[in-house]
């Protein structure tokens, strides 16, 4: 019944930047916290950014000054503008969303930030 569609990721250059996208079905963007979260390879999933419903925002101070998190409550979508990027972005980054009674997950999309050539690029988004 409720689907989170996640999209955006891709490679990238240090220096460059992506926007992440997640929508949402129903109101569960307007009427909720909305967060993402990333995990890189070996370490732990860590916040990076979160909106709420009243349009409070944050950033973790890794991605302050280079990330914002944004959202279009008209297109149940909400944004992380990604810029600056660097290979320690690299990452799976997952939408959250925190309803009063459990939480809704994205499907997870891929962030890698290498310079070309710099070993095999794969690509993994959805």
């Known amino acids: 019944q409720v689907q989170l569609v996640e999209s955006g990721g891709g490679s990238v250059q240090p220096g460059g930047s992506l926007r992440l996208s997640c929508t949402a079905s129903g109101s569960l963007v307007s009427s909720n916290t909305v967060s993402w979260y990333r995990q890189a390879p070996g370490k732990e999933r860590e916040l990076v950014a979160t909106?709420?419903?009243?349009?409070?925002?944050s950033t973790e101070d890794s991605v302050k000054g280079r990330f914002t998190i944004s959202r279009d409550n008209a297109k149940n979508t909400v944004y992380l503008e990604m810029n600056t990027l660097k290979p320690e972005d690299t990452a799976v980054y997952y939408c959250?969303?925190?309803?009063?009674?459990?939480?809704?997950?994205?499907?997870?999309?891929?962030?890698?930030?290498?310079?070309w050539g710099q070993g095999t690029q794969v690509t993994r988004s959805s």
């Open positions: 959250n969303i925190a309803r009063w009674d459990r939480q809704y997950w994205g499907q997870e999309t891929q962030v890698t930030v290498q310079y």
């Open positions: 909106i709420t419903n009243d349009g409070v925002f």
